[in-house]
């Protein structure tokens, strides 16, 4: 049986464009604010990237950090995160959601009862920032047990040997790092040159599909729709902060940018 | 589980970076994997190297200054009245400390790699101070990452550091200390490891931080084993050395020619930062049994909360101020090689001002805390028992601290 996510990635191809992921973290806000997120932006994005907060992020930039803290000072929990996703998926038309997060707080959640829970709530597939392969493989075949996608990163840095073999390994999606960079940096690469890498990545298994991520932004994401799918997070995080500063309703404000993102790469 | 006789401790690990099956490892982002394997690959080809080792003892040597001195604190062993006390006196080292040995080899290694900057983080602003140094000294661009709340505490250092042409990044994420400056630094490291080296300033991070630094700092006990010789004819019996540990860089060079002696013969007590006395909070994830957790690209004893989150610490020292602690000292915690134990920012304090009123040294707030230690279980213990501090700070940085705490500061 085909994932979720895959058949989002189907419907997209079908329709000539790009798959739109969001990334917002849960609890941002507001536990009550990021569902209304969640459920207004699924109007444009095909999957849901949902952050679940750890105050000792090493790869995010501050955008995302801005929304991490926020989050965990109105009193954020790791439940809530499962919580979020939970009432989500009960409204129809419900994307897939995969969450993303650190080790550190799959592991002191257990990582049995984590996926057990993950799969209960309706959590699609799970990105761990720092579980690299090939100390993610134990993980990665629990996740493929319980039907999660645990998507596998690939970085600018990666070799080609270790390409193949992540992919090898990886399940229906992987995640292509634009450049050296935490989230949320200037593109500071050419767009034509991230492209030639990721396809001469996606040559080596045409059959799963990769989106790529960091550094995208309204003024970039046009040029990079020949991928499969393009992911947009620390620039709705920096929404989210500038709406709070402008004392704007930041469920109207994302959902508008979602929306402007989603026309460039129809 | 157990210590291996005959190999250094920093490698026996596995082939994923675990000590002991379950301390340690690669917690990375992928976009470091590749970074971290250079890095790897180059200091297993140089530590074998004599050419490169010769130009790192040269440097320990003439650079540094070694040995550093050890020797008895005899008012002290008067004052207590009971076991023999003894300092090796690493904050002779340039600098101050001993941060300077870990500092060194990744400035070497950082030439080796072609790259002309080099980043860092700090707490109590020695280690930043250490890179700034040998920074100046080999030619590379410097960058040390620090906590707000450490860069008001630790003025001192941090002069030291501007005045070395390095830069401080002002860290203002979470509780502005140590723990947020390793994040940024790696952070900082993730967005531009094609051209900057990173040192970790401690016995933590990621399998090859740990090796670097702890084969950097074992000058200290391979220093301290030739002293021993010289001043008991042997390695005396009813040894006690004594070490604090925050990450536990110094702890680990202090100790490392020691592990295979029996622990009757040699014990190792590591002193952690137990806080102010009044305080739930504390920088003690050894001693006050916290949970394994993974941070910094390690796993580790750390304190967390119930939801997994790293937990704030509170120390007099920031040198000691630090959530977690390198999966070295949790494997010796494990195997009891070691023992671990706390002294309160109150007890350091009475420790600094009975050891400076006694004796001619002036350690930090960091050595503090195993002077308490010291203080605590020498009068319990007879003349024939010998018990060596590791006094490996200067008390210069907490100047403003001391002050403030009790009333002067004399040096």
């Known amino acids: 049986m085909k994932s979720q996510i895959s058949l989002a990635f189907e419907k997209c191809k079908r329709e000539n464009r790009p798959a739109l992921l969001t990334y917002t973290v849960a609890g941002d806000n507001s536990k009550k604010k990021s569902l209304e997120i969640l459920k207004s932006i699924s109007q444009h994005a095909d999957i849901l990237e949902i952050g679940f907060p750890f105050n000792a992020p090493t790869a995010d930039g501050p955008q995302i950090q801005n929304s991490t803290y926020r989050a965990l000072k109105n009193g954020f929990k790791l439940k809530d995160a499962f919580q979020i996703v939970k009432n989500y998926k009960k409204m129809r038309n419900a994307k897939p959601c995969i969450l993303m997060g650190y080790y550190q707080m799959v592991y002191h959640y257990g990582e049995k009862k984590f996926i057990k829970k993950c799969k209960q709530v309706g959590v699609n597939g799970l990105i761990i920032v720092d579980l690299p392969w090939p100390d993610n493989k134990k993980f990665s075949k629990l996740c493929k047990k319980n039907s999660i996608t645990f998507v596998q990163l690939i970085s600018p840095t990666t070799s080609k040997e270790r390409m193949k073999k992540i992919i090898r ?54 040029t990079l729709k020949k991928a499969d799918g393009l992911v947009v997070g620390s620039a709705l995080c920096k929404g989210i902060s500038d709406s709070i500063k402008n004392r704007q309703n930041p469920v109207i404000k994302l959902n508008k940018m979602v929306e402007v993102l989603k026309n460039k790469i129809i | 589980m157990k210590v291996k006789k005959g190999i250094p ?21 992928e976009t470091l994997k590749k970074p971290i394997d250079d890095l ?36 002290l062993t008067d004052h207590l009245g009971g076991a023999q006390i003894y300092a090796k006196m690493v904050s002779d080292a340039n600098g101050g400390a001993h941060k300077i040995y870990n500092a060194i080899t990744h400035a070497m290694l950082c030439k080796k790699a072609k790259k002309k900057y080099i980043c860092t983080d700090t707490g109590a602003g ?33 002069d030291a550091i501007r005045k070395n042409g390095a830069e401080i990044v002002p860290v203002t994420s979470g509780s502005k200390t140590l723990v947020d400056a390793v994040s940024e630094c790696i952070r900082y490291w993730v ?42 004819g042997e390695i005396p019996n009813k ?14 060079g202090f100790w490392s020619e020691f592990f295979d002696y029996n622990k009757k013969h040699i014990e190792l007590i590591g002193v952690e930062a137990g806080g102010p006395k009044n305080s739930k909070l504390h920088a003690a994830p050894l001693s006050k049994n916290s949970k394994i957790g993974i941070l910094h690209g390690a796993a580790a004893y750390c304190v967390q ?66 002077f308490a230690e010291a203080i605590k279980i020498a009068p319990k213990l007879d003349e024939s028992n010998i018990i060596i501090v590791n006094s490996c700070g200067d ?17």
């Not at chain 2, 250490?130 to 250092?157: H, W």
């Open chain 2, 126 to 158: 020695y280690n930043g101070k250490m890179f700034s140094m040998v920074a100046k000294k080999f030619g590379l661009g410097c960058k040390v990452f620090m906590g707000t709340r450490d860069i008001e505490r630790q003025k001192p250092n941090c």
């Open chain 2, 9 to 29: 401790l920093i490698d026996q690990h596995d082939k994923n970076g675990f000590y002991g099956g379950k301390f340690g490892g690669n917690y990375v982002a």
């Open chain 1, 169 to 222: 390994d990886s399940h229906d999606l992987n995640y292509l790092i634009s450049m050296l960079s935490t989230t949320g940096g200037k593109l500071k690469v050419s767009p034509k040159r991230i492209l030639k890498n990721y396809f001469k990545i996606k040559r080596i298994n045409k059959s799963k599909n990769m989106v790529i991520g960091f550094g995208i932004t309204n003024k970039t994401i046009g």
């Open chain 2, 395 to 411: 008390s210069l940085k907490d100047k403003d601290i001391i002050k403030k705490r009790l009333g002067n500061y004399i040096r």
């Open chain 2, 40 to 75: 790897s690959e180059l200091f297993e080809k140089c530590r074998k190297d004599k050419k490169f080792l010769k130009e790192r003892d040269d440097l320990y040597e003439n650079y540094v200054g070694s040995p550093t001195r050890f020797f008895k604190l005899q008012n």
């Open chain 2, 191 to 232: 967005s531009n490891c094609d051209k900057v080296h990173m040192g970790i300033g401690s016995l933590v991070g990621p399998n090859i931080f740990v090796k670097i630094c702890g084969w950097s700092t074992a000058q200290i006990s391979r220093e301290l084993k030739v002293q021993l010789e010289d001043e008991f």
């Open chain 2, 305 to 370: 909360d119930n939801d997994g989150q790293i937990s704030e610490t509170e120390s007099c020292s920031s040198g000691l101020d630090y959530p977690s602690c390198s999966p070295i000292h949790c494997f010796l915690k494990d195997v009891g090689r070691a023992r671990y134990t706390v002294a309160t920012d109150e007890e350091a304090f009475s420790a600094y001002k009975l050891v400076t009123e006694l004796e001619e040294i002036s350690p930090s707030l960091e050595p503090a805390h195993s």
């Open chain 2, 239 to 252: 040894l006690k050395l004594i070490n604090c540990v925050g990450g536990g860089s110094s702890a680990y």
